[in-house]
């Protein structure tokens, strides 16, 4: 699923649809995959690679590329529902790859997470990734329950859900996995 036929890793698209048909596999015979409640997912992933980390967001989460103070983050944000049973709805996510050099770590962000920027617009990309930076995951969902806590009705904020799920990783300093002799 992985590789290509010449052993370089497969685009991260094709890989994550090949993951998404062995799982499909595993339940076509036990669930019925065409029912429209079927569990579905969200995405985010990230590959090291030769020309600098491979980044994937599929369905409302988002990936952001830190590159300090200065310099703006590249935002990586897929506008798609969530993924349910279609193995090629990987193919549909969006992807860009990132050069490592000046990388100063990679954040993974489910739509609860960003809801500060990208629905409440109490701050940008650049101060979002500051505050994952400095304060980390934890300081980040602080601010975003802060946030639904001054607005329980969704008055200011109107929304289907008073809280999403919000949930964030940084990855610091990606650069370094790159620079391991024998990685790609």
Request: aromatic share 6%.
């Given at each position: 699923?992985?590789e290509t036929p010449a052993g370089a890793p497969a685009p991260v698209a094709d890989a994550l649809a090949g993951g998404r048909g062995e ?162």
């Amino acid at each position: 699923v992985g590789e290509t036929p010449a052993g370089a890793p497969a685009p991260v698209a094709d890989a994550l649809a090949g993951g998404r048909g062995e799982i499909r596999a595993y339940h076509e015979s036990t669930c019925d995959l065409a029912r429209p409640a079927t569990p579905a997912a969200t995405v985010t992933a990230v590959r090291a690679g030769r020309a600098g980390f491979e980044m994937l967001a599929l369905s409302d989460s988002s990936i952001v590329a830190d590159y300090g103070e200065g310099r703006d983050p590249v935002v990586l944000t897929d506008p798609h529902r969530a993924a349910s049973t279609d193995p090629d709805a990987a193919r549909q996510a969006s992807t860009t790859v990132v050069p490592a050099d000046g990388l100063y770590g990679i954040a993974l962000l489910s739509d609860g997470a960003t809801r500060i920027t990208e629905v409440y617009r109490l701050i940008g990309w650049p101060d979002l990734v500051t505050v994952i930076r400095d304060d980390g995951p934890g300081g980040l969902i602080r601010r975003v329950r802060a946030a639904e806590d001054s607005d329980p009705d969704g008055v200011r904020w109107p929304r289907f859900k008073a809280r999403d799920d919000a949930t964030a990783i940084y990855w610091p300093h990606p650069g370094t996995c790159a620079a391991e002799p024998g990685r790609p």
